[in-house]
């Protein structure tokens, strides 16, 4: 299997089009054209991570932090930072990152926080992208309908909600008379044509009309491939990182932070505590990593605690004085997407029959510890 289709089908589920502005997502070292049989899931790559994917013979790293989220002046193995870099090229281990889009998809890192806080009924806390809808309709041999569906399917078309590859068939008949230097699929120069045919309709996101168009050419058997575009009326596809939500029932200050150690299997966490605090907590707002930029966005959502990392002291004044109660459980919680992620690519094996081994990294990549 080619590296290179593993990571088309994860982008089906993570685009990388989803990303805040400036995130570096994608290939960071190595190739994707070439084969693998074993990938192994990391939240960050460091040395200890490098070190064991040598010794599991790892061919594709997935992270979610990326390596190299800074230019670097040189590449030497002298520090310890740039080797590990030599070592994954001298070992031919590609490094593929998904960031911020990890985030903000839908049954992405922070549903799962909730899902694991029992936090219902959630939507985003703030809103990142906003995408016109747009269709495509083509017209193509009926017996090329099924390849066709596919390959638009695949160029990521026809997501709707919590369905996938969805599309319209209709039956017609097509007609045409190929001229001058065409080299027509089916016909003959001079002579009118009819042939039996399907017009597929698809949506997709005005953002993927590259890649769709791309997909449906290349697929098309005719020379001149008939299709049109419409811009929709539809609403905008809308997603957002962070997660605001509500707990079952109202839970205490003290009992609801003590969940969020146990949940996490936390040894300590740090808490802003607001000078007027409110006896119970119900409704959650969590943005995993260093999100403390969003807290007036959880304010406005109304939300009794905001649940994120890596809170600068300053800011933690404000948010004081906010009325809002404010956990971090540290960046180190995110290490949840190892299991979850792997979860998800065994699943794919089993649908798509890959013969690709997936591994959960054991290494801790946590610099804090808790005395």
């Not at 190595?30 to 040598?54: C, F, H, W, Y």
């Not at 304010?299 to 956990?327: F, N, P, R």
């Amino acid at each position: 299997m080619k590296a290179s289709k593993f990571i088309e089908r994860f982008k089906q589920y993570c685009p990388e089009w989803l990303i805040e502005d400036g995130d570096p997502v994608g290939l960071h070292i190595g190739t994707l054209n070439k084969d693998i049989q074993r990938v192994m899931m990391s939240l960050d790559v460091r040395p200890a991570v490098v070190a064991e994917a040598i010794e599991k013979k790892i061919d594709l790293l997935i992270v979610k932090h990326p390596p190299i989220f800074r230019p670097i002046d040189r590449l030497t193995t002298d520090d310890f930072q740039t080797k590990m870099y030599v070592d994954l090229l001298k070992h031919d281990i590609a490094v593929y990152v998904a960031h911020t889009n990890m985030d903000i998809i839908p049954n992405g890192l922070n549903d799962w926080f909730c899902e694991l806080l029992e936090v219902k009924n959630t939507t985003y806390l703030v809103e990142s992208q906003s995408i016109p809808i747009k269709k495509l309709a083509v017209y193509v041999p009926m017996d090329d309908s099924k390849a066709m569906r596919t390959a638009l399917a695949e160029a990521g078309a026809g997501k709707q909600g919590n369905y996938e590859a969805t599309s319209y068939t209709l039956s017609g008949t097509g007609r045409f008379t190929p001229v001058g230097e065409a080299n027509p699929t089916i016909g003959e120069l001079n002579r009118q044509e009819q042939v039996q045919e399907s017009k597929i309709e698809v949506i997709f996101p005005a953002i993927l009309e590259e890649q769709v168009v791309e997909a449906m050419l290349t697929a098309h058997t005719y020379e001149e491939p008939a299709y049109d575009i419409y811009q929709l009326d539809n609403p905008p596809l809308k997603y957002g990182i962070g997660r605001v939500g509500t707990l079952a029932a109202p839970l205490s200050t003290e009992e609801f932070i003590q969940q969020v150690k146990k949940v996490f299997n936390l040894d300590g966490l740090r808490v802003v505590y607001p000078k007027q605090p409110k006896a119970t907590v119900q409704r959650v707002a969590i943005c995993g990593g260093s999100a403390e930029k969003f807290y007036k966005d959880a304010l406005h959502q109304q939300a009794d605690v905001y649940i994120t990392g890596d809170v600068y002291y300053h800011t933690a004044h404000d948010m004081q004085e906010s009325g809002m109660l404010v956990i971090d459980p540290g960046h180190y919680i995110e290490a949840l997407c190892k299991r979850k992620m792997v979860e998800l690519f065994n699943q794919w094996k089993d649908e798509e029959d890959w013969d690709v081994s997936f591994y959960v990294s054991e290494v801790s990549t946590n610099p804090f510890s808790f005395k």
